[in-house]
């Protein structure tokens, strides 16, 4: 499994961000002497092998989140919001084009991630959510998929939405079950 570069940039925003640019390279300086695959410049093209980024992204949630995973869900969806607000989904969806939206999400995970698969089935209002194939199931995956979900919908500008879990792999699963309902 790897990781696209993209992913560990999105990360760095996140973090200068929150906590500003210092933080961040104190952080990777000596993050890089345990993990070496991070002492070169990372570019969006860049993949990651996976199992190194998610022990990048653990040390991340340690050092800057108190460990915890759901950080992740607030990643993915200042993600989406800055791909569909002024990212290169921008141009892509106008206003309230849910339906769309859910349905190219497989295509964004194969953008990001080299293995697995996400499934959408969409309904007026709801939308569910599968993911299977994650060679190594971790919160990541999960908490990352279903924040970049939700804040995909609400930057298009549904209102009130909301998801049920049925499977994660935070609880153990090996795969995701997510249904989200949302009104326009």
Request: aromatic residues 18%; hydrophobic residues 45%.
């Amino acid at each position: 499994m790897e990781i696209k570069g993209t992913a560990f940039l999105a990360r760095q925003d996140s973090v200068v961000a929150d906590f500003g640019a210092e933080a961040w390279r104190s952080f990777l300086t000596e993050y890089a002497k345990k993990e070496p695959v991070f002492t070169k410049p990372v570019m969006p093209v860049t993949w990651i092998p996976g199992d190194a980024y998610l022990r990048f992204s653990e040390a991340l949630l340690a050092r800057f989140y108190k460990n915890d995973p759901m950080a992740y869900w607030g990643f993915g969806e200042v993600a989406a919001g800055q791909a569909l607000k002024k990212g290169q989904l921008k141009a892509m969806f106008a206003h309230a084009d849910y339906r769309r939206f859910l349905q190219f999400f497989p295509g964004v995970w194969k953008a990001y991630f080299s293995a697995g698969t996400a499934q959408v089935e969409t309904g007026e209002g709801f939308a569910e959510l599968r993911i299977t194939g994650v060679p190594t199931p971790h919160a990541y995956f999960e908490y990352i998929t279903m924040g970049f979900m939700k804040g995909g919908l609400e930057a298009l500008g549904a209102k009130n939405v909301k998801w049920e879990r049925f499977k994660g792999f935070s609880k153990g699963d090996t795969e995701c079950l997510y249904r989200f309902s949302f009104t326009g």
